[in-house]
């Protein structure tokens, strides 16, 4: 009696086993979860991919600091340049007047807009 039941019980289990992974394993191949899975390999590929990208633009920007010191050091270029003065437009107006060609007028903090979806 005893050895009976050892065998049904351990045939329940085995069952019971095998009926949960075939049931997990169709789960997964459902198509909602292989896009799950692919979308999820997708953004873990692209992430990795951002971050080598990143390290390769901090490299090419590490190295080109670098090549321009030595350059600057090879020209003996060390100091800043200045910036030259912020320049002053001379508005359009007619060059056959002799008022403006001896005087023209500069635009200055105009309140023209530069907004081209505004009514007209």
């Given at each position: 009696?005893?050895?009976?039941?050892?065998?049904?019980?351990?045939?329940?289990a085995a069952g019971v086993?095998?009926?949960?992974?075939?049931?997990?394993?169709?789960?997964?191949?459902t198509p909602e979860s292989?896009?799950?899975?692919?979308?999820?390999?997708?953004?873990?590929?692209?992430?990795?991919?951002?971050?080598?990208?990143?390290?390769?633009?901090?490299?090419?920007?590490?190295?080109?600091?670098?090549?321009?010191?030595?350059?600057?050091?090879?020209?003996?270029?060390?100091?800043?340049?200045?910036?030259?003065?912020?320049?002053r437009f001379a508005a359009?107006?007619?060059?056959?007047?002799?008022?403006?060609?001896?005087?023209?007028?500069?635009?200055?903090?105009?309140?023209?807009?530069?907004?081209?979806?505004?009514?007209?």
């Amino acid at each position: 009696m005893f050895r009976r039941t050892f065998w049904f019980t351990t045939g329940v289990a085995a069952g019971v086993w095998a009926t949960t992974k075939v049931n997990r394993k169709l789960r997964q191949l459902t198509p909602e979860s292989l896009a799950a899975t692919a979308a999820n390999k997708a953004l873990e590929t692209g992430a990795r991919l951002k971050d080598r990208a990143v390290g390769f633009a901090l490299d090419v920007r590490d190295n080109m600091a670098q090549r321009e010191a030595e350059l600057q050091d090879a020209l003996g270029v060390h100091e800043d340049p200045e910036l030259p003065a912020p320049r002053r437009f001379a508005a359009l107006e007619n060059p056959t007047n002799p008022q403006h060609r001896t005087n023209p007028k500069y635009i200055e903090n105009t309140t023209y807009s530069y907004n081209r979806n505004e009514d007209h």
